[in-house]
């Protein structure tokens, strides 16, 4: 069974850091590539960015590029989303999801909420 | 950028009525790669028609999907008490993947 488990709520002042985690089972984590999409407080989806596990080839969305940092550890299967300063605005649910090589997200973590607020 | 519209923004029907949800791109979807995701509150998207039509794995064929170029439609036959929720289209077949605003599907 395909299974994304996301790391837990943060609650983080701005200016701080932060990396949150996807670790995912069940399947060849170099196969397939992970998305991360984030969903502000009562609004809709936005696409991040994704990374190939494989060979860490990364792709950003514009709005997001120079924002935040994917990376993946395929020694433990898992995915990351990095701040380096982070905002109020970054206040958000973020989703991580397994998606194919045309960036179809077919199975999706279970979020993790970031709540920046000083 | 592709932009994704959708409409109507909220719709209020009964159960086992039927749905028709529009989704339209600013420009053609190259190889009809439209998605399909279902959110309930609290809970994460789920995928349900890939490629404009074709049925995510568990999902009921009360769903289906259509359309091609810049107009593709989300169609609920029979309502289940289950379906009320959000639905949000995406397009994948050019960079950067979008997704629309999407309609939230409410009952009457």
């Known amino acids: 069974e395909v299974q994304l488990v996301q790391s837990g709520a943060e609650v983080k002042k701005p200016g701080e850091s932060l990396k949150i985690s996807c670790q995912a089972s069940?399947?060849?984590?170099?196969?397939?590539?992970i998305g991360w999409v984030r969903q502000m407080p009562g609004k809709g989806l936005e696409w991040m960015g994704i990374?190939?596990?494989?060979?860490?080839?990364?792709r950003y969305s514009p709005s997001f590029q120079g924002q935040v940092t994917i990376s993946a550890d395929k020694s433990i299967s898992t995915a990351y989303l990095q701040w380096s300063s982070l905002k109020a605005s970054d206040t958000a649910m973020y989703y991580c999801?397994?998606?194919?090589?045309?960036?179809?997200?077919?199975?999706w973590g279970q979020g993790t909420l970031v709540t920046v607020s000083s | 950028e592709i932009v994704l519209t959708q409409s109507p923004g909220t719709l209020s029907l009964s159960p086992g009525e039927g749905a028709t949800l529009s989704c339209r791109a600013s420009q053609s979807v190259s190889s009809s790669y439209l998605a399909w995701y279902q959110q309930k509150p609290g809970q994460a998207p789920r995928l349900l028609i890939y490629s404009a039509s074709s049925r995510a794995t568990g999902i009921p064929d009360r769903f289906s999907g259509s359309g091609s170029g810049t107009d593709f439609t989300l169609t609920i036959s029979r309502l289940e008490p289950e379906d009320f929720a959000v639905y949000y289209c995406?397009?994948?077949?050019?960079?950067?993947?979008?997704f629309g605003q999407g309609t939230n599907l409410e009952i009457k």
């Open positions: 999801a397994r998606g194919d090589s045309s960036g179809l997200l077919e199975f």
């Open positions: 995406q397009q994948y077949g050019s960079s950067p993947r979008t």
């Open positions: 069940g399947y060849s984590f170099t196969s397939y590539w």
């Open positions: 990374i190939y596990p494989g060979d860490s080839d990364t």
